[in-house]
């Protein structure tokens, strides 16, 4: 090869080993090849060439140009692959890195209504709620608890100020019941709801809040029996604490609004605290067949059709089942309780795993 060709390729090659990008990379190849490069001309150069010499350089170039071609392709696959490694240590995930456990957790509380929900939406019942800031009527009148029923004071209401343009009393709700009143008014029987939301009574220990949780419960429909109110609470703390033997006991009670009334208990030991053994009962909720007064109230015919309602605390419910000793701790927002009460978010309640 003449010296000229061989300090062009020695050249190229030494540029190609330098360059440390596909952009570098670029401009030694359009040097090389391109139209204006010292090979390309020496090629088209050639017809001037007489013919014996032509092929034999002819030969010489394309050689040359081949290998050029050659070691052009191989710099760029060298650069394109440190490129790209470059691009994906950048990127990497350090996976090493410890994720964050605690992005926010479902407060138990919730967590209960979502299980209450899971329970009785299979049973077919929907969720309803209504005003927190009710009045005198919806809480007490309506369900058959007139103005001089114990029960007005009994239940420690907050009163507000103001009152409806027919003159009843504003107040915060003290019990979810004030839903029945709502629903009956709104929807025509066949009716089958569940309300879950929050009470107010003016109380405060280890047991009590002036915010709390219930959930009302309403079937409305014909040939409605003591039966199906037993059968349909029977299944919902069975599966609400996972015990399909727990003793579930029916006890004789009073309400303004049912009649009859019954208090519901469960089987548990006082001493250790387990539900499902011992011999002692524990209160859990409070139900009956709804008065004939409070349908009639609310423009449902009671001959035609019959309907039981049921109550229950969740903070309760919570506390039996989660072993939560003081109600208290439910509403101080301590970030520690929570992380170990808490259940995390995107582990959503479903009937087929189990409550
Ligand atoms: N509202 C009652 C309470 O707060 C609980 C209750 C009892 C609700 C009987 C009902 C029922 O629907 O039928 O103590």
Same mark, same amino acid.
């Given at each position: ?261 019954? *208090?519901? #208990?469960?089987? !548990?030991? @006082?001493?250790? %605290?387990?539900?499902?053994?011992? &011999?002692?009962? $524990? ?48 509403? *101080?927002? #301590?970030?520690? !309780?929570? @992380?170990?009460? %808490?259940?995390?978010?995107?582990? &959503?309640?479903? $009937?087929?795993?189990?409550?």
């Amino acid at each position: 090869m003449d010296k000229e060709l061989e300090q062009i390729k020695q050249k190229t090659l030494q540029d190609l080993d330098q360059a440390q990008d596909l952009k570098s990379w670029d401009a030694i190849r359009v040097a090389t090849l391109g139209k204006s490069a010292f090979l390309t001309q020496k090629l088209k150069e050639l017809g001037t060439f007489p013919a014996e010499l032509r092929k034999e350089r002819g030969a010489l170039l394309n050689r040359l140009r081949n290998e050029l071609v050659q070691a052009i392709d191989t710099r760029k696959a060298v650069l394109e692959e440190i490129e790209l490694n470059e691009k994906l240590s950048a990127e990497a995930l350090d996976i090493t890195l410890p994720v964050p456990v605690y992005t926010g957790v479902t407060h138990p509380l919730r967590r209960t209504i979502e299980e209450i929900i899971a329970i009785f939406g299979a049973m077919n019942f929907k969720v309803v709620d209504g005003p927190n800031r009710d009045t005198d009527w919806f809480n007490f009148s309506a369900l058959n608890i007139d103005e001089h029923h114990p029960a007005r004071a009994d239940h420690d209401t907050f009163y507000l100020p103001t009152r409806t343009s027919e003159g009843h009393q504003h107040l915060l709700r003290t019990q979810t019941s004030t839903v029945q009143i709502r629903i009956l008014l709104d929807q025509k029987p066949p009716i089958r709801i569940i309300a879950p939301g929050r009470t107010y009574r003016a109380d405060h220990d280890a047991t009590h809040s002036p915010m709390f949780h219930q959930c009302e419960g309403m079937v409305v429909d014909k040939h409605i029996t003591l039966g199906h109110l037993k059968g349909c609470l029977i299944d919902f703390l069975r599966a609400f604490f996972a015990l399909p033997t727990l003793p579930v006991r029916f006890r004789s009670s009073y309400f303004p609004f049912t009649e009859p009334s019954m *208090e519901i #208990d469960i089987g !548990w030991n @006082r001493k250790t %605290g387990e539900l499902g053994g011992g &011999s002692d009962w $524990l209160e859990i909720l409070g139900a009956g067949l709804m008065h004939s007064r409070v349908l009639a109230n609310c423009g449902v015919n009671p001959q035609e059709w019959q309907a039981f309602a049921f109550g229950v605390g969740i903070e309760r419910l919570t506390m039996l089942k989660y072993g939560i000793s003081d109600l208290r701790s439910f509403y *101080e927002s #301590d970030l520690r !309780w929570l @992380r170990y009460y %808490g259940f995390q978010s995107f582990r &959503s309640v479903a $009937l087929h795993e189990g409550i």
